[in-house]
């Protein structure tokens, strides 16, 4: 049985951390500015790093002990796609939702004029952007460039869902780049995207200097979807259990302390500063305080839930978020669909270390691994009482983690790996 332990009985006490610049990277920051990890014997130095990709390698060569993870990298990088193989978990969910597209003025405008109704419909916004498309493509002018985070992120399996939706194919309609999210303004600014799905702060910061419109967020595409992860490698977790689980602690703490509507404006303003994320307090406040803007000229709207970072179970670890992962991962040819989901995410993401740290704060855990998704629109109960929040998809898909293959077959536009077994 895994246990919590004193700060004597840490293995070490001193940790580096990284994050990237984004408000869902609020669980480090605030427990750094509000004494959590020192409360469990830590003494953390954070990192604020460039790309997911930096955030990756520094993890996997030791020079963070830890960090502020996409959801899919753990898995990736135990799969060994995307250029590194090194074995790593996670034992918390670092929150729910948090994402949106965005796209250009001058798009927006083209996909206004050419299927007006479709472009205000946000959950139907990709098939006004299908006729623009199309449009183009009679014309002879090059494909429309998109960007996402990185390869296995959230961001690029949300976009390619929310075109595929419509008929595009995101293959071979469009051009998808990495950018690393703090650049995707400056580069949407300056021509060299049309659009790109990331978290926040940055389709609120594209709002705010008025350069593009937001057309539907994360919430929308999949209400409460994972998002951010803490990693660390698997050696390094073999080796400092009882640091590990203090670290969660803290974690959990502080993502506990954030979900207090009172101190979501507090938070926010941690987090502008320029050591962390660095934009505006009143845009970093924008999604952080329930509220979120699509364009310049709109009022705010109240959207609850663009970010949860402790209710509705939100820093549990479920195994079937790293199975849906893996569907995305075969759907879009980065792994062979014969790959053991199952296994694999019971390798990766670990809710025994999860419920070894809760339990020392009395924080109820889901009395399973794994849930399907798709069934609920509004908050409900599950066997043993945990409140969760709905979890609908905009096309109304069901998720079934025990019949991943089923789910994979269900989507018309995929390009499955072809290996030697499925010629």
Request: charged share 20%; with cysteine; glycine share 8%.
């Amino acid at each position: 049985m895994i246990m919590s332990a004193g700060p004597a009985q840490l293995e070490t006490r001193q940790l580096n951390v990284g994050f990237i610049p984004l408000t869902d990277c609020a669980a480090l920051v605030a427990a750094q500015e509000l004494g959590f990890f020192e409360r469990q014997g830590l003494e953390v130095k954070l990192f604020r790093e460039p790309s997911w990709s930096s955030i990756r390698d520094k993890v996997s060569v030791g020079l963070l002990d830890a960090a502020h993870m996409l959801a899919g990298m753990p898995i990736a990088a135990t799969l060994g796609i995307d250029g590194i193989a090194q074995p790593m978990i996670t034992a918390m969910s670092l929150g729910l939702n948090g994402n949106a597209i965005t796209v250009s003025n001058a798009l927006y405008d083209r996909m206004l004029d050419i299927a007006p109704r479709q472009a205000t419909d946000r959950t139907a916004s990709a098939l006004a952007l299908r006729r623009v498309i199309e449009a183009d493509r009679r014309a002879g002018r090059k494909p429309l460039t998109f960007a996402t985070v990185f390869p296995v992120s959230g961001h690029n399996y949300q976009l390619r869902y929310w075109m595929a939706s419509a008929g595009i194919d995101p293959d071979r309609d469009v051009r998808l780049v990495i950018v690393p999210p703090p650049q995707m303004c400056d580069r949407l600014a300056a021509g060299l995207i049309d659009g790109y799905c990331v978290g926040e702060p940055w389709n609120e910061m594209a709002v705010h200097h008025r350069l593009g419109h937001v057309l539907v967020t994360g919430y929308e595409l999949w209400n409460n979807s994972p998002e951010k992860v803490l990693g660390v490698t698997a050696d390094w977790a073999q080796r400092h259990p009882r640091t590990h689980i203090a670290l969660v602690t803290a974690l959990i703490e502080a993502a506990r302390w954030i979900d207090e509507p009172e101190h979501r404006r507090e938070v926010a303003l941690m987090l502008a500063k320029p050591e962390y994320v660095g934009a505006p307090g009143e845009v970093v406040s924008m999604s952080m305080t329930g509220t979120f803007k699509y364009h310049a000229d709109a009022p705010a709207l109240p959207v609850p839930d663009f970010n949860v970072f402790f209710r509705y179970g939100a820093t549990f670890p479920w195994r079937s978020h790293a199975v849906w992962f893996m569907t995305q991962m075969a759907r879009w040819g980065q792994i062979p669909r014969a790959t053991p989901f199952d296994e694999i995410a019971r390798a990766v993401y670990r809710p025994d270390i999860y419920r070894a740290a809760a339990g020392s704060l009395g924080v109820a855990c889901p009395g399973r691994d794994s849930k399907p998704e798709g069934d609920h629109d509004q908050p409900y109960a599950d066997a043993e009482g945990l409140a969760l929040g709905p979890d609908r998809f905009m096309d109304r898909r069901r998720f079934d983690p025990a019949h991943p293959l089923a789910y994979l077959d269900s989507f018309d536009i995929r390009h499955e790996l072809q290996t030697s077994e499925s010629l």
